[in-house]
């Protein structure tokens, strides 16, 4: 995606919000249907045990009625007088000729049909929001992971997690609770409107009359509060941003005495959200009001009215109590109604940060004609390089250009900014270039697809990663390896020394980001995974730069002694690394001043030499 498309699909998603602000549902959240298709039998489970479930839920009301009647020695009135004709005459007296009994027992099926179907309808809810969950977690981090590195230049981890999880976790909420609640209410409406039109359709009116001002009253509530909601779920991510920062820097909070100050800065975010959510409080407490309102002046006009129709004959008894029980059955979907309204306004918020990150497209992917690397790379070559990196105006590599062949070592230094990382971000295609090219054995890298590129490639970074594990779950990191394997990769790290010494070996646990080691060790680890891929090209990127320096010379005989076809490249501030490169480039914002051998280098007096002389002492000797 280009910046001009990107900015174009802002502007769309600024639109597309505002226009969703005026309707109840959203836009976003109809896009969980495609991912319910897959489990369509399941759905269709859910549906009809629930709508099952529903009708078995008003049948023991329609008994109480006729029992009422029956022991009333009352006549049922209407349509349910048929009815009760037709049961008396085929289903009851296949259960007891005592009518008592029979509907007794009618009344306890009833509630055990409401029983089982209900469990079905649950269970298979539950178990498909869980799997929809899944789903849309899996397709969101697909299309986090495989975005290039720049997109996470300004975006904090809290708010990525934040998406992934709580936004995901309220979508399941919106399959496995709301698509119930909306079946419930639609069954129940309408099972219970034909019901009550049978029985008394003056009633029914009476009923059904007040309820349609809840209507216009969804549509104002929607409406106000779709966008607080959407503000609230941005200020959760903001708040799991700070958290998360705080907790991953806390040795720097305790060591700068910041934790008032960290303690402030949650404490913005934090009311922030509090006061999204009190806005959001405050509107939906004038809905639930309302609906108790219009409730009331149903089910009171409903009572006088019935009463008045009782005496004249037109309900019997029996007829008018089940009218009213019919009626509180009513009531819970009602009052449901306003919770769902509230929790879909909740997962349309949830859904536009969820389906914005599903849609991300990677910029850096491999072109339709690309095709993967035939063996090993033999060669990396820059032809007049030049970059810029994205947000920025000033180029950080201009017109660069070096080869290195199969089995060279080269050497990259350069003060601070100088571009050395740049150009091994360049190698893994974190980024793309401006202009020039970038040659891997004599092939464009764009012709060529990035995984065969990546799995050639063994890369050491400055800040050594290590993920949450054993040192063994660090070393083999994605890989099958055997426990040879990994020793041996141990070994050319010059990691072993340290590692069997541990109590449990290899499975010795090493904290988050690798805490429990020293940043020696943890560049050693970093070392032998990059090793145990066996790559025919190692990028280093001041990967001894914790190392003291008789582990550095330990390290690089191991390397030299086993590596004569495998072609090396390393950044480095402290030269002593690449001595005894087979050429060393030295870089000065963003283009090389120099190149050669070490002797060569030392010769031509420039700013390898200056360099040197600074850090083996040799200045202050002359001086």
Do not use: C
């Amino acid at each position: 995606m280009t910046r001009a498309q990107a900015a174009r699909s802002i502007s769309s998603d600024a639109t597309s919000a505002a226009d969703s602000d005026k309707q109840i549902l959203g836009r976003k959240i109809w896009r969980i249907v495609p991912y319910i298709r897959p489990y369509r039998k399941r759905a269709l489970v859910g549906i009809s045990s629930n709508m099952l479930a529903r009708v078995f839920d008003l049948i023991p009301f329609i008994f109480i009625g006729f029992a009422v009647d029956y022991y009333g020695d009352s006549e049922t009135e209407g349509s349910l007088g048929v009815l009760r004709d037709f049961l008396d005459e085929n289903l009851l007296n296949l259960i007891t000729t005592n009518q008592s009994i029979s509907y007794g027992f009618l009344i306890f099926l009833g509630f055990a049909g409401l029983a089982i179907f209900q469990g079905i309808s649950e269970y298979s809810w539950q178990t498909l929001g869980y799997k929809v969950q899944h789903d849309l977690r899996m397709d969101a981090t697909r299309s986090l992971i495989g975005m290039e590195a720049s997109y996470y230049d300004l975006r904090q981890t809290g708010v990525l997690m934040s998406i992934l999880s709580s936004d995901v976790n309220q979508l399941e909420d919106v399959i496995s609770d709301s698509s119930t609640s909306i079946i419930r209410i639609i069954t129940t409406f309408v099972t219970a409107f034909f019901i009550l039109m049978m029985m008394s359709w003056k009633l029914t009116l009476v009923l059904f009359g007040p309820l349609a001002l809840i209507f216009p009253m969804v549509y104002f509530f929607s409406t106000r509060v779709q966008r607080k909601y959407r503000k609230q779920r941005e200020s959760t991510g903001d708040i799991n941003a700070v958290l998360e920062n705080v907790i991953s820097g806390i040795s720097v909070v305790q060591a700068y005495n910041a934790q008032n100050w960290e303690t402030n800065r949650v404490g913005n975010e934090s009311a922030e959200y509090r006061n999204q959510a009190i806005g959001a409080s405050k509107d939906r407490n004038r809905f639930i009001p309302g609906l108790y309102s219009v409730a009331g002046i149903a089910y009171g006009l409903l009572v006088s009215v019935g009463g008045w129709l009782m005496k004249e004959g037109e309900i019997s008894t029996g007829g008018f109590v089940t009218f009213l029980l019919i009626m509180t059955r009513m009531s819970m979907p009602l009052f449901i109604f306003g919770m769902l309204v509230n929790q879909l306004q909740r997962g349309e918020a949830a859904a536009r940060r969820v389906f914005d990150m599903v849609d991300l497209e990677p910029s850096i992917v491999d072109q339709d004609d690309s095709t993967p690397l035939d063996g090993p790379i033999t060669s990396i070559e820059f032809r007049d390089v030049v970059f810029t990196y994205p947000g920025t105006k000033t180029a950080v590599l201009n017109q660069i250009s070096f080869n290195v062949i199969q089995g060279k070592f080269l050497g990259v230094m350069g003060h601070t900014g100088a571009g050395k990382s740049t150009i091994l971000k360049l190698i893994l295609r974190y980024y793309e270039p401006d202009s020039g090219q970038i040659l891997i054995n004599n092939r464009d890298i764009q012709s060529i697809t990035l995984d065969s590129v990546r799995e050639q490639l063994g890369f050491v970074n400055q800040d050594p990663f290590l993920f949450y594990g054993s040192v063994r779950d660090n070393v083999v990191y994605s890989r099958e390896s055997s426990d040879s394997e990994v020793q041996a990769a141990l070994h050319l790290a010059g990691a072993d020394e340290f590692v069997y010494e541990m109590e449990n070996g290899v499975d010795t646990m090493v904290g988050d980001r690798g805490v429990m080691l020293s940043g020696g060790q943890r560049a050693r680890i970093s070392l032998a995974r990059a090793l145990l891929k066996k790559p025919s090209f190692l990028i280093l990127d001041e990967a001894s730069s914790a190392l003291d320096a008789e582990t550095e010379r330990r390290i690089q005989e191991n390397l030299m002694g086993t590596g004569s076809a495998r072609t090396t490249i390393a950044v480095a501030h402290r030269l002593s690394t690449i001595r005894n490169a087979d050429e060393v480039l030295a870089m000065v914002d963003g283009a090389i001043v120099e190149r050669g051998v070490h002797d060569e280098l030392l010769a031509n007096n420039g700013v390898y030499a200056s360099q040197w002389a600074i850090q083996t002492g040799s200045l202050n000797r002359e001086a």
